[in-house]
């Protein structure tokens, strides 16, 4: 069966700090990969995707980027943290049914 | 400009009571369809999905949802709210496009009381 785990489950950075979060997805192979933020009342925004390897689009500018080094290895990054990054972040991955498959999220505190 | 909009960011039902969530999209094309939960400081979980065939789709713990494509909604029900049944839950759709795109509706928190 199919498992995604990213990590660590809680971050607490300082502003300007470097920022990396994991996200590796097991039992399938060329998964479309995602990361959201999720803030309060404001729903999941999607930050980045990936349908293949070096493959990675930007939903919306930002201070954060995102690579995927390997099939089912996906990374969000940032060379220096802002306050406005605090959040819940998700890793998620679909196959082309479109239904997504959630990590269980990190929660970064920017200070 | 296609979007998903949930009425209501927070509900309140008695248990035992009916549980209604209501998610409306705009698009010409019918999309695909999903509901999602989540329990705090978890991930989402699928709850149910609609892509073609019947309308009236089954899900999880007792949820269903009927796409009615007349009045472009996807709402969310339960017959008999449980107190397990709180949580936030996120109506998503993806739409026709070129990519595997899903948006969000911002959610609706479930209050469940006793």
């Known amino acids: 069966s199919q498992t995604i785990h990213q990590w660590p489950a809680?971050?607490?950075?300082?502003?300007?700090?470097?920022?990396?979060?994991?996200?590796?997805?097991?039992?399938?192979?060329?998964?479309?990969?995602?990361?959201?933020?999720?803030?309060?009342?404001?729903?999941?925004?999607?930050?980045?995707?990936?349908?293949?390897?070096?493959?990675?689009?930007?939903?919306?500018?930002?201070?954060?980027?995102?690579?995927?080094?390997?099939?089912?290895?996906?990374?969000?990054?940032?060379?220096?943290?802002?306050?406005?990054?605090?959040?819940?972040?998700?890793?998620?991955?679909?196959?082309?049914?479109?239904?997504l498959f959630f990590g269980e999220g990190s929660r970064l505190t920017v200070l | 400009a296609q979007s998903v909009t949930q009425l209501g960011s927070h509900v309140s039902v008695s248990e035992g009571a009916l549980v209604l969530l209501r998610c409306n999209y705009s698009s010409s094309v019918p999309p695909y369809l999903f509901w999602y939960v989540q329990y705090p400081n978890q991930g989402l979980q699928l709850l149910l999905k609609y892509t073609t065939g019947a309308t009236l789709v089954k899900g999880i713990n007792g949820f269903e949802a009927e796409f009615k494509k007349s009045e472009t909604s996807f709402h969310l029900t339960k017959p008999s709210a449980h107190m397990s049944d709180a949580a936030e839950y996120f109506c998503a759709v993806r739409f026709s496009g070129g990519y595997q795109k899903v948006t969000f509706g911002i959610g609706t928190k479930l209050q469940v009381i006793p």
């Open chain 1, 10 to 99: 809680t971050l607490v950075q300082p502003v300007g700090s470097p920022l990396s979060l994991e996200c590796t997805v097991e039992g399938t192979s060329n998964p479309n990969l995602y990361w959201y933020r999720q803030a309060a009342g404001r729903g999941l925004q999607l930050l980045f995707y990936s349908v293949g390897i070096g493959q990675i689009s930007s939903e919306v500018p930002q201070n954060l980027s995102a690579s995927r080094p390997q099939d089912r290895q996906f990374i969000l990054s940032s060379k220096k943290l802002l306050l406005s990054d605090s959040g819940f972040y998700l890793c998620a991955w679909s196959q082309n049914t479109g239904e």
